[in-house]
């Protein structure tokens, strides 16, 4: 499966991208209310644990897709424009975006995820795969908003096709959803589209399982983000020393993903200490869950005015595609 990603720019030079990435997580962990920003679980470690949430019981988003995507296929395929750029958004093994390239008429294909290096393989196997295709890798972060208008060209000639599958969009709080789906927008043209795949409100307990697995995969999942930030920050949280907890908060519609100190914790980082209540959490994920209504004015708020949407017959989660 994929985690989420992007903003396309200009590479900046390694060790400045570093030193940002170690600003961000040194400022999030030091907050009064610490926090760490979902990009960092998908470490190597966190990708293989995500693909192994995707496979569990509980973890119905994936599965819900699929069958969605299985029994809808012609019908979503034949909105797609011909000669599409097809725009995967955190495309990580590219796996469901080469289930589409066969039913769609697509001129190119740019897989875009911030595991740069692993992608390079996973595109270019697309590549051998469609050889017809012209196939990209770009590694990005588009989490801050992103401009690929250079990239894309003439959009007229050949329209974007952007999708963004797997309820990333999710962990984006409403606002920020907003903000990324009118960078998708502005890229669009007269022709272009936006396939992007939501999680839709459902009961509770449902939602809960699904972050709170009886395996413990989400639980390795969540405590593997410490092991990246003692990389990143060469601090020394003790895995074993935080708890997962994984709740559902009705008012903002939302699970909220924490850790939680098992006891009082002195965290080293760098030349300072950051200590931890018994109990104090550590937030690192929001997922947030729509009502196909509430979707739709995220739709209608970044710009797009047309929307066609396919659920699964418990209407547990939504596959909307979008356009201008
Ligand atoms: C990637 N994203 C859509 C997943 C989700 O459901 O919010 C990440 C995840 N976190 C815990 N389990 C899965």
Redesign the pocket.
């Known amino acids: 499966d ?3 990603a992007p903003q396309v720019s200009p590479q900046l030079p390694e060790m400045s991208a570093d030193a940002m990435r170690a600003a961000e997580l040194r400022a999030g962990l030091l907050k009064r209310s610490a926090t760490i920003d ?1 990009k960092f ?1 998908y470490d190597t470690q966190g990708c293989v644990l ?1 693909n192994a ?1 995707c496979e569990l019981d509980e ?1 119905y ?1 994936t599965r819900t897709e699929r069958a969605i995507f299985e029994m809808y296929r012609t019908d979503i395929a034949s909105h797609v424009p011909r000669a599409a750029q097809w725009i995967d958004l955190g495309c990580g093994d590219c796996a469901k975006s080469r289930t589409w390239l066969e039913h769609v008429d697509a001129s190119r294909f740019i897989g875009v995820d911030i595991a740069a290096e692993w992608i390079e393989q996973s595109v270019a196997a697309v590549g051998r795969r469609f050889p017809d295709i012209e196939c990209l890798a770009q590694g990005a972060d588009f989490t801050r908003g992103f401009d690929m208008h250079a990239l894309l060209g003439d959009v007229e000639a050949r329209p974007p096709l952007f999708f963004y599958p ?3 969009i ?2 984006f709080a409403p606002d920020s959803a907003v903000t990324m789906l009118e960078s998708v927008r502005s890229h669009l043209g007269s022709q272009g589209g936006l396939l992007v795949c939501v ?1 839709l409100r459902k009961d509770p307990a449902i939602m809960k399982r ?2 709170a697995d009886g395996l413990g995969v ?1 639980a390795a ?2 405590k593997n983000v410490l092991r990246v930030a003692n990389k990143v920050l060469g601090s020394d949280f003790r895995t074993e020393n935080f708890s997962h907890q ?1 709740r559902f908060d009705e008012v903002r519609g939302c ?1 909220e ?1 924490r850790l939680v100190a098992n006891s009082k914790q002195f965290v080293r980082m760098g030349g300072e200490i950051r200590t931890f209540e018994e109990g104090e959490p550590i937030v690192t ?1 929001h ?1 947030y869950k729509y009502t196909p209504e509430q979707f739709v004015t995220v739709l209608q708020r970044a710009g797009f005015t047309r929307h066609k949407m396919w659920t699964d017959p418990q209407s547990w989660f939504g596959v909307f595609l979008a356009s201008a």
Do not use: K, V, W
Request: charged letters at 10%; aromatic letters at 16%.
């Open positions: 994929r985690a989420p979902p679980l995500f949430i973890y988003p797997g309820s990333s999710g962990n999680d699904a972050y989400t999942f969540n994984a699970i993903m994920e997922s």
